[in-house]
């Protein structure tokens, strides 16, 4: 959203280099993002710091995603992530105890309706039959606000740390310390690419044993092997094409 005309302000007092980052050929650049509504009003929906791209090349913007999940009755706060690296969203959920004791209920799983009576309900974040209640609730409401496949969220886990200004989440308005969640919750958000990265491995082992037990050799990355034998392993290469990202990031991060 870029801002024009005798209202705006000519630039910031003393501040030269302020200036000339956010008032350019005379537009003062406002740092949000906005979209027209059907009615012609301008409706603010992300900050463009806050917009990750995705390996795939697509942008993301993390608040327009919030703006929709967080009305789910399973989620109290949500926080979205994603990087180029990545070719899918990471949902980092505080979970409402209140509907996870409900599927706890209707589970028969305990029998108390009093969330005070139930010691350690954390335990039960990672229920198999929740997740993937939860997983199909979200992919449920993403397709009523016309997602595209990308703004789905492929992967999330229910955090059991509340978002708060004490813990440094919540910024003094109220507003998501991305930078600072991330850092709390790093080893939650690795999780599911590790499992991605191990699938990798897994299968350049066996596409390499395959390569091996055919006496097929591969000379140099440019000048790959055609043989019909390699038809055979051709869900393997899927598979492993599809870890290829990841790998560039291990490659490019020495790890």
């Known amino acids: 959203i870029l801002m024009k005309g005798h209202c705006v302000m000519q630039g910031y007092y003393k501040?030269?280099?302020?200036?000339?980052?956010t008032i350019i050929d005379g537009y003062l650049h406002s740092g949000d993002i906005g979209e027209l509504d059907s009615d012609g009003f301008l409706k603010i929906t992300d900050r463009k710091k806050e917009i990750?791209?995705?390996a795939q090349g697509e942008y993301i913007a993390p608040s327009k995603l919030e703006s929709v999940y967080s009305k789910s009755?399973?989620?109290?706060?949500?926080?979205?992530?994603?990087?180029?690296?990545?070719?899918?969203?990471?949902?980092?959920i505080v979970p409402n105890r209140e509907t996870v004791?409900?599927?706890l209920n209707r589970k028969g799983i305990v029998e108390?309706?009093?969330?005070?009576?139930v010691a350690n309900i954390e335990k039960y974040f990672n229920h198999p039959e929740m997740i993937a209640e939860i997983k199909a609730h979200f992919d449920s409401m993403a397709k009523e606000a016309s997602f595209n496949s990308l703004e789905k969220i492929g992967k999330f886990f229910l955090c059991n740390r509340e978002f708060t200004i004490q813990n440094g989440c919540l910024t003094a308005t109220l507003k998501l310390a991305r930078?600072?969640?991330?850092?709390?919750?790093?080893?939650?958000?690795?999780?599911?690419?590790?499992q991605k990265i191990r699938l990798f491995i897994?299968?350049?082992e066996k596409y390499f044993k395959f390569l091996n037990n055919h006496d097929i050799h591969i000379k140099s990355k440019n000048n790959f092997?055609?043989?019909?034998?390699?038809?055979?392993?051709?869900?393997?290469?899927?598979?492993?094409?599809?870890c290829l990202v990841d790998f560039e990031y291990l490659n490019s991060n020495k790890k």
């Open 225 to 242: 092997p055609h043989s019909s034998g390699i038809a055979s392993s051709a869900s393997a290469m899927s598979a492993l094409s599809s």
């Open 179 to 194: 930078n600072v969640i991330f850092k709390e919750f790093e080893n939650e958000i690795n999780h599911p690419f590790g």
């Open 202 to 204: 897994s299968n350049i």
């Open 112 to 117: 108390t309706k009093d969330l005070k009576e």
């Open 101 to 103: 004791l409900k599927f």
């Open 73 to 92: 009755e399973w989620v109290t706060s949500i926080c979205i992530y994603g990087n180029s690296f990545k070719t899918f969203v990471i949902g980092i």
């Open 52 to 54: 990750f791209k995705l």
């Open 15 to 21: 501040r030269e280099d302020l200036t000339k980052e």
